[in-house]
């Protein structure tokens, strides 16, 4: 493992900071009818679950849920060594007049998420697409911006945002690694 | 992987692979837009020296699912009439530079070589006598959906030539039945007397199978000949499931074969004994 990493947030603070995007998606939207959730596979999916929970608690409403894996949709195909390995996508309501707020964990250059949105698209034509990232470390190279953020974490292109959460690592957590770690790999 | 020429180029683990990617295609086919933007760019060539409606039009639906361009020539009214050689076919063919060639011939182990006259990635889409990789996939995959693992069932082909047994009457000892066309078109002698008689000794119908058993065959049927009318229709047929399982393969195996990037030269030399190689971990997709 990495020895050089910074931890920015820890588990109460990503809590906390989906707690405020759960509000504050319940002061932007009417609800009639509520938004609906769409994580980006997998810490995407795994947020947008919890943010799903809470936001269900604090609305009284049922908020539809769903989830994406964009790799269909990347636009690197071709310049990878292998085929990526994927998961089936989830969207089992209709996405017409809805508002879906899409659901990742880091917003960098905004290359997943112009695929999220081309992706959701193929599921039918929704109202309004919302964009909420626990982190938005910047550097776009896209015209993306996200409408409800967790925490601006300010880093170089070299260095690297580890987003970990209980599901998949054991541990809610984020941290940065220095470039240096990353050659030890 | 570079070509699709034969079953036996995959291992096991290959065929999981393709297989459990196959099952992520079935999601898209429930969409409304019942297509990904995978392979935008490419382009498929299905070169077609036979008649062959469907495994043609699942390649074309497979291809067009995932956003290739495709381009369809049967060797029927074209140049091939006119004495062009397969080679000046493919070299002719090659100059609108295909991703990937679909090519179905009568001619035992051709897509091999062709795999070697140009640089798109060959798919064998059956070579004569000789292998058909995706139909066998796509029946293990249908297989698989079916009994949910493939492992240890006793799965018996019924078809004239393949003489393991002159009789049919042990037949309900099997798991899965899985039944052959007579190809009317590659038996050029009498193999037998008349379709009646062979209907009457090794028809499959419901006096010889059991209900609990998986009925496959790979279409077209001679209905009333190598299968009954009746047991065609009954729900221990899983014959709509393969057709249904061929496109999702097909898919699968385009993808396979090209949304990775094609080594132009002979492929960088793997180090002995790791021949499997890493795979593009999830972490690198977010």
């Known amino acids: 493992m990495q020895t050089n990493e910074k931890v920015v947030l820890r588990e109460e603070e990503i809590s906390s900071a989906l707690t405020r995007i759960a509000h504050e998606i319940l002061e932007r939207n009417s609800f009639d009818p509520p938004p609906a959730l769409v994580g980006i596979h997998r810490r995407g999916a795994i947020l947008a679950r919890r943010l799903h929970q809470q936001l269900e608690e604090l609305s009284e409403a049922t908020v539809p849920l769903g989830d994406l894996d964009i790799g269909f949709y990347r636009d690197d195909v071709g310049t990878r060594p292998d085929a990526p390995v994927l998961h089936a996508s989830h969207i089992d309501f209709d996405l017409a ?32 697409v919302q964009l909420a990232v626990l982190v938005d470390r910047g550097h776009r190279e896209l015209p993306i911006r996200p409408d409800y953020i967790g ?25 940065i690694a220095e470039p240096t770690a990353v050659a030890s790999l | 992987m570079n070509h699709l020429l034969s079953i036996e180029e995959l291992d096991r683990a290959g065929i999981e692979r393709i297989i459990a990617q196959a099952q992520r295609f079935t999601e898209v086919s429930e969409r409304e837009i019942k297509k990904v933007p995978a392979l935008r760019g490419r382009m498929v060539l299905n070169l077609f ?11 074309e639906l497979a291809a067009k699912r995932l956003s290739a361009d495709v381009v369809n020539f049967a060797a029927s009214g074209s140049s ?42 060959i798919v064998n889409a059956g070579d004569g006598k000789h292998e058909h990789p995706t139909q066998a996939l796509l029946d293990v995959y249908t297989l698989q959906r079916r009994l949910g693992s493939i492992d240890g069932s006793s799965i018996w082909i019924v078809e004239l030539g393949c003489e393991v047994r002159y009789e049919l009457g042990e037949l309900h000892t099997a798991d899965v039945v899985y039944a052959l066309r007579m190809q009317n078109e590659r038996m050029h002698d009498t193999w037998v007397p008349s379709l009646r008689e062979y209907a009457a000794w090794y028809q499959l119908n419901g006096r ?19 299968l009954s009318g009746e047991i065609v229709d009954s729900p221990q047929a899983v014959i709509t499931a393969q057709v249904e399982a061929g496109v999702v393969v097909r898919m699968a195996v385009l993808y396979e074969l090209l949304a990775a990037a094609r080594s132009a030269t002979a492929p960088p030399p793997e180090p002995a004994g790791e021949r499997g190689r890493e795979r593009v971990g999830e972490g690198q997709l977010a």
């Open chain 1, 97 to 128: 007049g809805l508002t879906v707020v899409i659901v990742d964990d880091v917003l960098y250059t905004g290359r997943t998420v112009r695929a999220a949105i081309e992706a959701l698209f193929d599921y039918g034509r929704p109202e309004r």
């Open chain 1, 151 to 175: 925490k601006n974490l300010p880093t170089s292109t070299a260095e690297h945002v580890h987003v970990r959460v209980r599901e998949l690592d054991g541990l809610d957590e984020v941290a």
């Open chain 2, 49 to 59: 020296y036979e008649a062959s409606t469907r495994t043609r039009s699942s390649f």
């Open chain 2, 80 to 121: 091939v009439e006119k004495g062009e050689s397969l080679k000046d076919t493919v070299l002719t063919l090659s100059a609108h530079k295909p991703d990937a060639i679909v090519l179905r011939t009568p001619w035992a182990g051709a897509s091999e070589l062709v795999s070697k006259w140009c640089s798109a990635a």
């Open chain 2, 208 to 226: 010889r199978l059991t209900p609990s058993q998986v009925l496959m065959h790979p279409g077209p049927v001679n209905r009333g000949v190598e």
